[in-house]
């Protein structure tokens, strides 16, 4: 998961994150009893089940209706820069250097009420 992290806004494919996720909660399912019960496998099933959590709003921001507009009410919002190439943000391309570790480090699923 963490080379998703990089993965640039343009070349991030949701279906490719859910294919991932659904592997990696597969694989987890598959490991004995005795590895379940342990700490590291609760902390690795706490964050691929965080992750999973946010694939709807990854898949919201990465729509093609969202607008430049829409990025810089996302920064008004939750006070958050995305940096330069605010005004040329779009789904597909995102603001400027954007990656998957971007969205994370923003914690935008605190707004998604918003």
């Known amino acids: 998961m963490n080379g998703w992290s990089a993965t640039q806004w343009s070349a991030l494919d949701i279906n490719a994150l859910v294919a991932g996720v659904e592997s990696f909660t597969t694989k987890l399912r598959r490991l004995p009893k005795q590895a379940q019960s342990s700490s590291p ?3 690795l099933q706490d964050y ?4 999973s959590d946010s694939i ?5 921001l990465k729509s093609d209706a969202l ?3 829409h990025w810089s009410k996302i920064s008004e919002i939750t006070g958050k ?3 330069s190439g605010d005004k040329a943000a779009t789904a597909t391309t995102g603001p400027g250097n954007f ?5 994370f480090k923003m914690e935008l699923s605190k707004y998604s009420e918003q």
Do not use: A
């Open 41 to 43: 496998f609760k902390k």
């Open 48 to 51: 691929i089940r965080s992750f």
């Open 56 to 60: 709807p709003l990854i898949r919201e």
């Open 67 to 69: 607008r430049p507009r």
């Open 81 to 83: 820069s995305f940096g």
């Open 99 to 103: 990656t998957l570790d971007t969205v």
